[in-house]
């Protein structure tokens, strides 16, 4: 089964994770935020691994660090955000080092980054053909009519009806969920070993949505890239990802190398919490429960779990202690001092 047959049943998911070498490696990565008077982590000592062709999840409610952790590995941080601890290794070699040099020499071939919103990536006084075929030129060194031709063929890799005549559009011609496709063709112009994607399907339609990630899915299959995927839904990890990382107020809560196994065993009470908040996942008929109270703004993170005061397994020693991430079976990591399943969680063999 390809990842392009999955269905977007959880049951449909795979149940080992595919064994390529690391190409993302994420270690104890830290990203503080200048809020005038003070600095706040809004990442703290985040890890997690990408292995080539593999599709990772990156799940959490809004301001837990989803996208500043994707714009840490891009190299494309606001001004006043800054990585402040840990490294982040592309194909072994650290993307921080060097000033952002190689990052930056990469990005757009190595590593590309869709955002959530096309309107504002895509330039509105180019045609979107030259826009796909702007990357090409530039880094594979492409003549003006081969990327031309090669635009319009990744127009229609990405599913853009009729390319040749579409590619003379300007991107305000274009539905929001063809702008999408043209912002994805221009992101895997140049055949990245990795996809960033910043919740790419929050301002579509559902059908639309599930149009592209279906695409993303083909991309994978037809480029073998690996996807780093960033979303509040856990319904499109169901439907995209092989591995999952849960963050919380900018920390790892969970890691899974087994999909399947932490939707049915969820060992960090937030990542139960957020399954049981998910419609879709396991049919109609669930019920769901929001999770009761907000997640911490950034100026206002507690100590010790940042999930405690919302954790119906609290203790004292959660509101004091620094719960470190640590394993609690094979491919599974959980930052917890009283995990729902303790070592009963089962994964595959
Ligand atoms: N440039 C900035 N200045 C001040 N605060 C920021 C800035 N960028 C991010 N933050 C804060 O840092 C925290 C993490 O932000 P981030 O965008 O990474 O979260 P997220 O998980 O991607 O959330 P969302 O799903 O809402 O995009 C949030 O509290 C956010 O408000």
């Not at 049943?9 to 104890?28: F, K, N, S, W, Y």
């Not at 494309?76 to 650290?94: E, K």
């Not at 496709?181 to 559902?206: F, H, K, N």
Request: proline share 7%; with cysteine.
């Amino acid at each position: 089964m390809t990842a392009h047959d999955r269905g977007p049943q959880l049951v449909d998911g795979p149940l080992a994770a595919p064994v390529g070498d690391p190409l993302l490696e994420v270690i104890d990565l830290s990203v503080a935020v200048d809020l005038g008077d003070r600095r706040e982590l809004a990442v703290d000592r985040v890890s997690f691994t990408v292995a080539a062709g593999e599709a990772r999840g990156l799940v959490g409610e809004s301001g837990s660090g989803k996208s500043l952790t994707l714009r840490a590995i891009m190299g494309l941080l606001p001004t006043n955000v800054t990585v402040t601890g840990g490294q982040i290794l592309f194909q072994g070699r650290d993307l921080l080092a060097d000033g952002g040099r190689w990052q930056q020499q990469i990005r757009g071939t190595g590593i590309t980054m869709i955002f959530q919103e096309p309107a504002v990536a895509l330039n509105p006084v180019l045609r979107v053909g030259d826009q796909v075929a702007d990357g090409l030129r530039e880094h594979r060194g492409l003549s003006r009519r081969a990327a031309r031709e090669q635009a319009v063929r990744l127009l229609e890799l990405v599913g853009v009806p009729d390319p040749g005549r579409r590619a003379n559009a300007y991107p305000h011609e274009l539905s929001g969920g063809l702008r999408q496709r043209v912002m994805i063709a221009a992101g895997v112009s140049c055949e990245p070993e990795l996809i960033l994607c910043d919740e790419p399907t929050t301002a579509l339609d559902v059908t639309i949505q599930d149009q592209i990630l279906r695409l993303f899915a083909h991309l994978r299959d037809e480029l073998g890239a690996a996807l780093l995927y960033v979303t509040h839904d856990l319904a499109v990890v169901a439907q995209l990802c092989d591995t999952i990382s849960v963050l919380y107020a900018g920390r790892v809560m969970e890691d899974g190398q087994h999909l399947q196994s932490v939707f049915e065993h969820p060992a960090h009470p937030y990542t139960g919490a957020l399954l049981a908040a998910t419609p879709q996942i396991d049919g109609p008929v669930r019920r769901l429960e929001a999770i009761p109270g907000a997640a911490p703004a950034l100026a206002d993170r507690p100590a010790g779990c940042p999930f405690h005061d919302r954790c119906p397994r609290a203790t004292e020693e959660c509101r004091q202690t620094d719960v470190p991430v640590e394993p609690i079976a094979a491919g599974r990591l959980v930052a917890c001092l009283h995990p729902l399943l303790g070592s009963e969680v089962e994964v595959p063999s």
